[in-house]
């Protein structure tokens, strides 16, 4: 067997850059009047090059200076309020949110802020250079928390969707990492998989497969995309080898330098179990939080804890709403650096393409500030509610993250729904739909841990909860091996950039109901 190596820029020039961003950018997350300087440095940039735009023009961004001038001019927007620009823009109209033709716009899934199935967002020029130095700092950080840049030796496998740009009106539609992938600085390019003639195939799963039967003997060290797909591409890589006669049981048999899988768009830790039992070792996993409307705005700063250290000088200014007081006309918008811990906020952005006070649909919380470090609460529509307990996504993620540890199992994928006149009661129960990779033994201790989770981290769930006065035990489902990937298949959501949902709406649960099966399992919470 003949390894395949990669090329690339390598070595010391690499580390120096590495270990000298990652200092600079320590500097202005930990102090708080650099911080500011930098967060309003990227705020007065972005109004000044919109300043002579329709949108400059109107809201006056040519005088801003300062982020109370900002908010007096500048209301928060969703899509709805910034989409008929946008469809001007997408049809050859210049100088509307940005200076001149914005040639590429991102296709994003919808939210419920908007009736759109599907949000079309301008990447602009500006807005790709800076996620380039974003990508970097991925890369940067990682390097110097291992205390070496040797993986940048070998390949860097991408499981994204396929660069093809699709003209829509006068612009350019794809999709933001695939895009990407065609602005990769010149110094890596000789090391980054896959090459262009795989990169493209449109059908995901056919190009998967053939990635794993073209790359089986190159010197993979670092794969990166959306988390989920990590073990889908392991197996696949494994039934190739197999294919070929074989005898391999663990992807590090194929690729033992493989190091680190720089994932995103979904909380890691649940999938942990699944991939490392297909690698056949511990692997690092480093994680970013990354949009389609301006990039990567946070990134693991320490390998094996929750939370993200936020990057605040790529081009983003940030805002943040109080959850508790979203969509009031006097709600707060504080900038990062008054933000406090604990609090869940509603995220908004102005970018580099034209966004301004953009509601992105996030919510995010801080368990430190200065340096900020923050995760990922959720949408703002992604919530379940029975009774008003608005149990958010990362609740559910770490009730399961529980109830594994719990019952010593492990999962490949997992969602949540809510059902109301359970047994012709007014009462309602909570849903647990989990393909198992290793089912527990006591499916009742699974339900049971997840229940008491779900008590110890939302108040409203745990009073209502209590003597089953308004919510009853919750119901496990098994799906059946490969019925997440089918059910995304029925939705027709392939592309990698489309994640399992943890929260599944009625309509959706319906049909995730087809592949699973409920177990029986009647208990009291003591």
Partial sequence: ????????????????????????????????DRLCKVQLDALKQNCRAAGATEFGKAHRLSEVSSHAGFRERVPLGTYADFEPSLERMRKGARDVL????????????????????????????EQIRWQQKAGFDVVARYATQVGHARFLGGYTLGLFPPSTLKPDGEALGTSNPGLMQRFVPWPAREGVLPTPDLRDIPDYDEKLDRMAAAYLDHDVRAVSGTTCWFSVFFDKLLAAARAQGREVRTVSELWPNLSVLFGGGINAEPYRAVIEARVGRPVVLMDNYNATEGGIFAVTDRIGEPGLLMVPDRGVFFEFVPAAEQGRPDARRLPLWEVEPGEDYSIAVTTSSGLFAYLIGDLVRF?????????????????????QELTSFVEIERAVEAAVRAASCSVVEF???????????????????VEFLQAPADPRRFAQAFDESLCAQNRVYREHRAADVAILPPALFSLAPGGA???????????????????????????LVKYATLIEMPWERA
């Fill in 415 to 433: 969602s949540a729904g809510a059902e109301v006149g359970v047994g012709g009661t007014a009462k309602g129960r909570y849903q647990i739909f």
């Fill in 485 to 511: 990937r089918r059910f995304m298949d029925e939705l027709g959501r392939r592309s990698p950039q489309q994640k399992f949902p943890r929260v599944v709406e009625n309509s959706k649960r319906d049909i």
């Fill in 98 to 125: 940005w200076p001149g033709f914005i040639q590429y716009f991102g296709q994003s899934s919808g939210s419920s802020q908007t009736a759109a199935q599907h949000k079309f967002l301008p990447i602009s020029s």
């Fill in 367 to 387: 368990s430190n500030v200065f340096p900020h470090r923050m995760e990922f609460v959720g949408r703002t529509s992604g919530v379940l509610s029975l009774t």
């Fill in 1 to 32: 067997m003949r390894v395949r190596r990669g090329g690339g820029v390598i070595g010391p020039l690499a580390w120096t850059a590495a270990t000298a961003r990652v200092l600079a950018w320590d500097r202005s997350a930990g102090n708080r």
